[in-house]
């Protein structure tokens, strides 16, 4: 089973920043959490990962909670080529990469 | 710099019949996993390569796939004989190695269709 729990789907306009969360309450110390995205008909595409300090990269950001038992992606201005499934992965090494179901992004226009 | 090479892209095939999917991973990747995606459904894990070594093929239905990667670099997954239930998504992946921090790249995948 997956050990994060994600919204099933959320809706955001374009051009506004689309916060989608994403529980890990069992994480241990050294798991990593990992966000990827799928594009219909096409293979996930990694976005960013990060261990305990909010990370920022050309994608999206990353803020972890200082426990560590939740996270949230922000993808600042959303376009409509952000409308895709979003994958939280908590894990060790990339062998312990579980995916659940993921948050299904719609952006509006 | 390419990424993850899969072909092809989408197969139909007729229920019995065999089926492989071929794998070239990104140049210098260790690691080399095959993942199978059920619609609606996330990437689940068939098997996992580290060089040529199957390292982790507890996921993989060894009555009818099999997978290899000779000199540990391309990689083909096979299924003989196909049953309608493998209608899926066979996604190809690597990545530099396997401890924590690494990032796992995925191909496009192939589309299986069995009729």
């Known amino acids: 089973d997956a050990k994060t729990t994600q919204p099933t789907s959320m809706d955001c306009a374009e051009g506004r920043a689309a916060n989608l969360p994403c529980n890990h309450s069992?994480?241990?110390?050294?798991?990593?959490v990992y966000w990827y995205r799928q594009i219909h008909s096409q293979g996930p595409q990694y976005i960013i990962h990060?261990?305990?300090n909010n990370e920022t990269n050309e994608m999206a950001s990353l803020i972890i909670t200082e426990d560590r038992k939740s996270s949230t992606l922000i993808l600042p201005h959303a376009t409509l080529r952000d409308t895709a499934v979003y994958y939280c992965i908590v894990g060790l090494g990339t062998y312990k990469y579980i995916f659940g179901t993921g948050t299904r992004l719609k952006v509006l226009a | 710099e390419a990424g993850v090479v899969q072909s092809p892209r989408y197969k139909i095939i007729e229920k019995k019949q065999p089926v492989a999917f071929w794998c070239n991973p990104i140049s210098g990747h260790n690691t080399l996993y095959w993942y199978r995606q059920n619609l609606g459904q996330g990437p689940e894990l068939l098997i996992r390569?580290?060089?040529?070594?199957?390292?982790?093929d507890s996921q993989l239905p060894k009555d009818r796939f099999s997978a290899e990667r000779l000199k540990g670099v391309d990689s083909t997954l096979k299924i003989q004989p196909a049953e309608l239930g493998d209608s899926a998504v066979y996604l190809c992946?690597?990545?530099?190695?396997?401890?924590?921090?690494?990032?796992?790249?995925f191909g496009e995948g192939s589309w299986l269709t069995v009729v």
């Open positions: 990060g261990l305990k």
């Open positions: 069992t994480i241990s110390g050294n798991e990593y």
């Open positions: 992946a690597s990545s530099p190695g396997s401890s924590s921090g690494n990032t796992i790249y």
């Open positions: 390569y580290e060089n040529e070594e199957a390292v982790d």
